[in-house]
Nanobody
Framework: QVQLVESGGGSVQAGGSLRLSCAAS?????MGWFRQVSGKEREGVAA???????NYVDSVKGRFTISQDKAKRTLYLQMNSLKPEDTAMYYC????????????????????WGQGTQVTVSS
């Protein structure tokens, strides 16, 4: 089992930046960031393979960067040029299964989840 603890959420004005962190208790082949607005389905934001290959959804390409520090077992999400529509609860997720190609950005592909951290972007 992999335990995940997110941090770094907060409130920011549109155009601003935030960096989310996720501390993991163990190894995962894929790790990802997801977000959810109340009343809507959870959606993928970005994922990263254990060797560092990232995968982004179209809505965040060029604005968000996913990265990891393997020594610290910490996953990051640098979010720049934030928009009000980025407002959501952000979750870190991990999975140990080997994947061919990019790590997926679908929530159903991840077994372990953190508790989430709120990001609010005001206009």
């Amino acid at each position: 089992q992999v335990q995940l603890v997110e941090s770094g959420g907060g409130s920011v004005q549109a155009g601003g930046s935030l960096r989310l962190s996720c501390a993991a208790s163990g190894y995962a082949y894929c790790m990802g960031w997801f977000r959810q607005v109340s009343g809507k389905e959870r959606e993928g934001v970005a994922a990263i393979r254990s060797d560092g290959i990232p995968n982004y959804v179209d809505s965040v390409k060029g604005r968000f960067t996913i990265s990891q520090d393997k020594a610290k077992r910490t996953l990051y999400l640098q979010m720049n040029s934030l928009k009000p529509e980025d407002t959501a609860m952000y979750y870190c997720a991990a999975d140990r299964r080997w994947r061919g190609g990019y790590c997926p950005t679908g929530p159903d592909d991840y077994a372990y989840w953190g508790q989430g951290t709120q990001v609010t972007v005001s206009s």
